[in-house]
């Protein structure tokens, strides 16, 4: 395990809106989360922006917070470039971005980028050991560059435990989190991303939930963590049971939203990177954020 080097802070956001804005606006969010005083923000990989250069954007917009990804997709590029692209922005940047690397899934591997999806773990393993062996020839920087694996199931959250700072599990209730822990044991860190929707009524909060996860309760990856934790192939189907709704997203008052993330706190999480969920997919919740970061007492 490396120790980790990067201070993301206890609470971090997690946004894929920001690849939605333009590239100005995208540098004014993440200039003004820092301001706010969240430690990280956190951004995807998918068919917007590419995550390196993404990241090299918001870190140049911003001075002292983190910039992680959730996640780098290992097939978008080979392990040389991967780790070349690691090394860059940690010497750019020192101690402040941290890569956060994936499997993705096989919809995003085979049909979109027409490549062949392997099994995720003994994949990443290799991929790891790659990066590992890559050339690199260029100053690398000093604290030594970091990631964390995107994990869920008890082999892939060992291999960031053993092999990189830790692990940034996603779509997960606090329960994951604390079998992460248990999984991993008390120092590898533990990023984990939580869904909210700050809206009290029940029928609205769970429609802009299930919006959000329609997507993933397709995917067998979050499927199958999930029926790992306990949930029934009936509580998966048809947009998600209430019992799952409640469990992934915290709605409610902004308080009911954040016992979830201290719950996660509890559970033995380092960090919770929090997702602010509107029924607009296209929303870009800067509001949120700001009352979010005053009710944590960032700002």
């Excluded at 994936?102 to 062949?116: A, D, M």
């Excluded at 048809?238 to 979830?260: H, T, Y």
């Excluded at 997702?275 to 509001?287: F, S």
Aim: hydrophobic letters at 45%; one cysteine or more; aromatic letters at 8%.
């Amino acid at each position: 395990m490396q120790n980790p080097n990067i201070d993301l802070g206890t609470y971090g956001i997690w946004t894929g809106a920001l690849d939605m804005q333009p590239s100005s606006l995208a540098k004014e969010c993440a200039a003004e989360l820092e301001e706010l005083g969240f430690g990280a923000v956190w951004i995807p990989e998918t068919v917007y922006r590419e995550p390196f250069v993404h990241s090299a954007m918001l870190l140049e917009a911003t001075s002292s917070m983190a910039v992680a990804t959730g996640i780098v997709n290992r097939y978008g590029r080979d392990a040389m470039t991967c780790n070349a692209g690691m090394q860059t922005l940690n010497e750019a940047y020192p101690g402040r971005f941290l890569l956060g690397l994936g499997v993705s899934h096989g919809h995003l591997v085979t049909g979109i980028r027409k490549q062949t999806y392997d099994k995720p773990y003994s994949a990443m393993v290799e991929y790891l050991d790659r990066m590992e062996a890559s050339l690199f020839f260029a100053p690398t920087g000093e604290p030594p560059a970091q990631m964390v694996l995107a994990a869920l199931g008890p082999k892939m959250l060992r291999l960031a435990a053993e092999r990189t700072a830790g692990a940034h599990p996603y779509f997960v209730p606090p329960e994951h989190t604390a079998l992460a822990r248990e999984t991993m044991g008390p120092d590898p860190l533990l990023a984990v991303e939580q869904m909210i929707v700050l809206d009290t009524d029940p029928t609205s909060a769970r429609a802009a939930a299930r919006a959000n996860m329609k997507i993933y309760l397709g995917l067998p990856n979050y499927a199958n963590n999930l029926l790992r934790l306990g949930f029934t192939e009936d509580d998966i189907a048809d947009g998600g049971s209430d019992k799952l709704v409640d469990a992934i997203v915290a709605w409610g008052s902004m308080d009911d939203c954040l016992a979830r993330v201290q719950a996660h706190l509890d559970a033995g999480a380092d960090h919770v990177c929090i997702q602010v969920l509107d029924a607009d997919l296209q929303h870009l919740p800067r509001t949120e954020w700001r009352e979010v970061a005053a009710a944590l007492g960032l700002n």
